[in-house]
């Protein structure tokens, strides 16, 4: 039997099965696609790789400033994809050696608690005492019509275009909109941000906001907030998003758009419900040791 089973190999989990390890549990980390979780697989690094490409392109643009020139100066998106995997697959790899060393035994495959002290993956039961869940989030896309078009994508899915969209509807004006804003502006697309919200950056610090308002004016990134995506139509020329704002309906045509209105606790599909585990609002309710409503489970 297992001292304690993680389920989740992102920043939260390996860390927490290491530490685990280190203080002599008999630890197994449980892990459906890559180790890392979002941030180093689908968030904070491949997108910081991708600013680096941005940024680049930024200073090619200022030669001039500089007293140089260039000709035919292209960008490869295809070849900035691919290095952008070679970074996360080269920090993967870290990572698996980090828990080889630290004895911790990972299993490949979705994991289903199917009680306390024992957990199921892939039809594979492991026996442990305790049990913790890191699964982490995932992108939630609102239930507007047109949302499930195959152009309508998530900062998942917008990671693994190999061609730069001539025109880039984003909902969404947070941070994970606009740093995606500012990457594929950058990149060469043609950028509008729709925001729900009278400002841009939601609770930011105020200062930081108008900063940033001015950055985007300066880069011809269209910000249109204050305005309700209310659906996404096909058609040949494009993606049609319309949006009510205050001065009425706003109609825009993209080629892609990109759905980054948040993100949810990924829990689903992993038994909580089924064994008794308490939720509020859809996030795990917990006691001050960070235990769940079910005893062994945290």
Do not use: W
């Not at 979002?38 to 600013?51: E, F, M, Q, S």
């Not at 025109?167 to 947070?174: K, P, S, V, Y």
């Amino acid at each position: 039997m297992k001292d304690l089973v993680v389920i989740g190999g992102g920043p939260g989990g390996y860390v927490a099965a290491i530490r685990a390890s280190q203080l002599g549990m008999d630890v197994t980390l449980v892990e459906k696609d890559a180790l890392g979780g979002t941030c180093l697989n689908r968030g904070c690094i491949p997108t910081k790789a991708y600013y680096q490409n941005a940024s680049v392109l930024r200073t090619l643009g200022r030669l001039r400033e500089f007293n140089a020139a260039a000709d035919n100066i292209a960008f490869d998106m295809a070849g900035a994809h691919k290095r952008k995997n070679q970074i996360v697959s080269g920090l993967v790899t870290g990572i698996e050696k980090l828990l080889d060393t630290n004895r911790v035994d990972v299993a490949a495959g979705e994991a289903l608690i199917a009680g306390p002290d024992s957990v199921m993956v892939d039809g594979k039961e492991i026996k442990t005492k305790r049990v913790l869940l890191a699964t982490g989030s995932c992108s939630a896309k609102p239930p507007f019509p047109g949302a499930g078009l195959s152009g309508v994508i998530t900062s998942d899915e917008i990671l693994e275009l190999t061609a730069v969209p001539p025109r880039l509807a984003i909902i969404g004006g947070g941070v994970i909109g606009l740093e995606f804003a500012c990457i594929f502006h950058a990149f060469g697309s043609q950028v509008t941000v729709f925001e729900f919200q009278p400002g841009i950056l939601g609770s930011m610090d105020r200062e930081i906001v108008k900063r940033m308002g001015v950055y985007l004016k300066k880069q011809k990134i269209k910000v249109i907030a204050g305005t309700e995506v209310k659906g996404i139509d096909e058609t040949e020329d494009g993606l049609a998003v319309t949006a009510v704002g205050k001065k009425g309906e706003v109609n825009y045509t993209a080629d892609k758009v990109l759905v980054a209105t948040g993100r949810r606790p990924c829990i689903q599909g992993i038994g909580l419900e089924e064994i008794g585990v308490a939720c509020n609002n859809g996030f795990i309710t917990v006691n001050e040791d960070f235990e769940t409503s079910v005893k062994g489970v945290y």
